[in-house]
């Protein structure tokens, strides 16, 4: 009983809630470079030069740099700060960094000092990141820059050990070409609001810039350390691999926004006091559907911003979770039979002067505005729902999606019966004039019906939720750009094609809102397909889906190669999103991505079940098997059916794991051999994560036989139940 399940056991009967400092409102802030901090350490006129980088996207120049990186060290240094970083997002997933301190020494003595240079751009030995072959590992040159459109910020690293400088930047290869996810979803980004400001003219002229919005519901699980500590596959892989299911899961509805458990309301608070630091304006917490699932999700930012708070966050909760004792989990998927995780991404576009533009109006202009963004976001969603699909494609996305509790593997959109109703009654109008007394008449009333959440579907992927639309399939661990690039490029693209069309109804004399009509009308037909208000877990819906022509894969490696499609790079070139040799790079990172989170799990799982599973069930099997040979010494043979019995199992069990685990491990070495990234993605889905699933079946029988005080796993009930 001493193995490490034991002592987790002991550890987490005796935890008790740790104290936390008190919510305090006035800290908003206090750690983001942002206008009232420049104010104090920049002059007015280079304070003005970052802000207008900031809003218009364009480069911080080089004269004034010296300048701002003085200002921002020496507020940093009155913060405590010793060390600063470039902050990225490679492919890898997670974010990068590497600090270098502030620290130089002139004449024999110490100062603190950071040039403008060193804040503009840094060289990291970019070798070690993914980068599909753009840049061969020896050329290991790739260089980060500046994004003034995200604050720096100051992280705390350790408690108390430290605090660091980060400055937001994109990562580059020398060559030009993006190696990060930062990169291409900016260029999404700045095309959207441009072809949608232009789009939005037709409707207001007083309006100068339009920005995209996001808001990030986070989902994830916090189980105690110390149950992390002794599993080998929540260590290495970020779910358990095997794990049979409690007697009690969440059948029984109890936990979804039940009462906060007080360990975790003391880990919440102080994420959010912490996040309040940040200038991340968390809103709302509560507990998800699965037993030990939480939510979190602050105000909706410019979407550039809300990314970069949803990496800091991410870093911060598993940060802030250490220090309460628990681990958290991002993984899509960390516990067979209970809810995974997701990240719901609330999308909008807003106006300079305020105006929601996935907001129905009270007024015509505004209505006529709502139904052309509204119905052009379908129709892009419509024409590109596999790129869709390939955006949200991982290997832990793939266990989640269409799991009978998440998104389907299937892009629809999901839009309420009022909505539904006016799309209707513009397709099946006659004469256009009347058609738009009508949809006057109706919007008029949406603002209120909407708000109504009884038109709610939770079994859509993408659903229109009365002011913006809410992609759901995107995974709970993903860097949300990923998903987002594409939503953008998509939209853009659509804007732009929807201002051609306009353009050229009206220069033939079309009156404009007619030809505005006239081109949705065009829209709305063509999109129908992907319009879906029925349940999307169900399996009429796949057959359905399938007979309307929407894309359905459920693995990573077919997903993906909607990113290599015609149709896609056709998009890709045109919208200069990414280029060709990016688009492929990328690809091929993704496919690689996949193969080694497959292979890792292999691998993991093969270790359990020979240096621990197996060892377990034949200590219990030879136990048996001596109270077998006492029992026949006292010639009590004939009360020893049971025991056998349990001993003939195990050993079934045991010869089956143990020739699965030789097969799996056959198939790995086949995989490994094939060339080509794509089709070594699909052996390992296809060959090899089988295995996983088989071997676990009966790694599972096992956990139910044999005796509790030999397994050496903590329990799903364990892990799922104490706190
Ligand atoms: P629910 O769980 O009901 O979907 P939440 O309150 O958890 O609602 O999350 C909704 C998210 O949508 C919040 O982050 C909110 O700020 C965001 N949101 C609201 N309006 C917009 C908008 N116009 N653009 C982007 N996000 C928005
Ligand atoms: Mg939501």
Redesign the pocket.
Known sequence: MNTLRFQALTKVAERKPKSVPAYNIDEFAKYVFNEEAMRQYLSHKIMKHVLDASTHGIKIDRKYADDIAKGMKEWAVSKGVTHYTHWFQPLTGSTAEKHESFLNIEEHKPVYEFKGSALIQQEPDASSFPSGGIRNTFEARGYTAWDPSSPAFIVENGDGAGKTLCIPTVFISYTGEALDYKTPFLRSLHLLETNALSVYHYFDKEAKKVTA?????QEYFLIDKAFYTARPDLMMCGRTLVGREPSRGQQLEDHYFGSIPARIFAYMVEVEQEALKLGIPL??RHNEVAPAQF?C????EEANLAIDHNQILMELMKRIADKHDFYIIFHEKPFAKVNGSGK?N???I?TDTGK?L??PGKNPKDNLAFLTFFTSTIKAVYEHNALLRASIASAENDHRLGANEAPPAIISVFIGSQLTQILNDILEGKETETIRKEVDFKLKKIPEILIDNTDRNRTSPFAF?G??F?FRAVGASANCSAAITILNTIVANQLAEFKNEVDTQIQAGVKKDDAIINVLKEYIKTAQPVLFEGNGYSEEWVQEAEKRGLFHVKTTPHALKAYISEKSKTLFEKTHVLSEKELEAHYEVFLERYTKKVQIESRVLGEMVLNQIIPVAVEYQQKLAQNVITLSQLQLNHTAKPQVDIINRIAKHVAIIKEEVEKMIDERKIGNKIENVAERAIHYCEKVKPYLESIRYHVDKLEFIVEDSAWCLPKYREMLFMR
């Open positions: 919005t996001l808001g990030i519901e809103k709302t939510e999700a602050p105000i909706f719901h609330n999308w909008s807003g929601n996935l907001s939720t002011n913006k809410e």
